[in-house]
T-cell receptor
């Protein structure tokens, strides 16, 4: 595997389910990101991790719980979601969080909440 | 608050045409501007990055320009091909916060 991978690629869940999204980067980067892409809306940054530490949480509801066990892996744990949480969730990584660092994106997980 | 707008939302052209995608932003305090491509079911691929001090960047058939004072960027695609069909996203990095702010994208279809 190369670049940034995400699993699963598609996920359908009920509002009472608990599921997790996984992201893995094979680029040797130190920073990882979760973005949400809803229909008709721009990409929204959710969380930023740098060297496994969360450095940014953009007022994301607590029903989304990120976890970064090491610099190569990032999870997004989901529980008690709402239908409006249905979206494409994109993971990205970069060498660092400095402004010149290019972000590399995974293919995303298409989430549908019933 | 920085806002990024891309017009049109969708564009359909015949193969071989030269075309321009537009991006506008409300706050000229930007560090850089980036154009991405997103194919259906796939993530974003960076196409061009323009630093705030630059006026344009070129890569193959793509040319991106930046006019910071007017809050505009254009992505010019020469001799379009069906393989160029995708959604093109513009993003600016704020020089105040460092945050990357995305537009909603322009979905391009190039017909054979």
């Amino acid at each position: 595997e190369t670049g940034v991978t995400q699993t699963p690629r598609h996920l359908v869940m009920g509002m009472t389910n608990k599921k997790s999204l996984k992201c893995e980067q094979h680029l040797g980067h130190n920073a990882m990101y979760w973005y949400k892409q809803s229909a008709k809306k721009p990409l929204e940054l959710m969380f930023v991790y740098n060297f496994k530490e969360q450095t940014e949480n953009n007022s994301v509801p607590s029903r989304f719980s990120p976890e970064c066990p090491n610099s190569s892996h990032l999870f997004l744990h989901l529980h008690t979601l709402q239908p409006e949480d249905s979206a494409l969730y994109l993971c990205a990584s970069s060498q660092g969080v400095g402004w010149d660092n290019e972000q590399f994106f995974g293919p995303g997980t298409r989430l549908t909440v019933l | 608050k920085q806002e990024v707008t891309q017009i049109p939302a969708a564009l359909s052209v015949p193969e071989g045409e030269n075309l321009v995608l537009n991006c506008s932003f409300t706050d000229s305090a930007i560090y850089n501007l980036q154009w991405f491509r997103q194919d259906p079911g796939k993530g974003l691929t960076s196409l061009l990055l323009i630093q705030s001090s630059q006026r344009e960047q070129t890569s193959g058939r793509l040319n991106a320009s930046l006019d910071k004072s007017s809050g505009r960027s254009t992505l010019y695609i020469a001799a379009s091909q069906p393989g160029d069909s995708a959604t093109y996203l513009c993003a600016v990095r704020s020089s105040n916060t460092g945050k990357l702010i995305f537009g909603q994208g322009t979905t391009l279809q190039v017909k054979p």
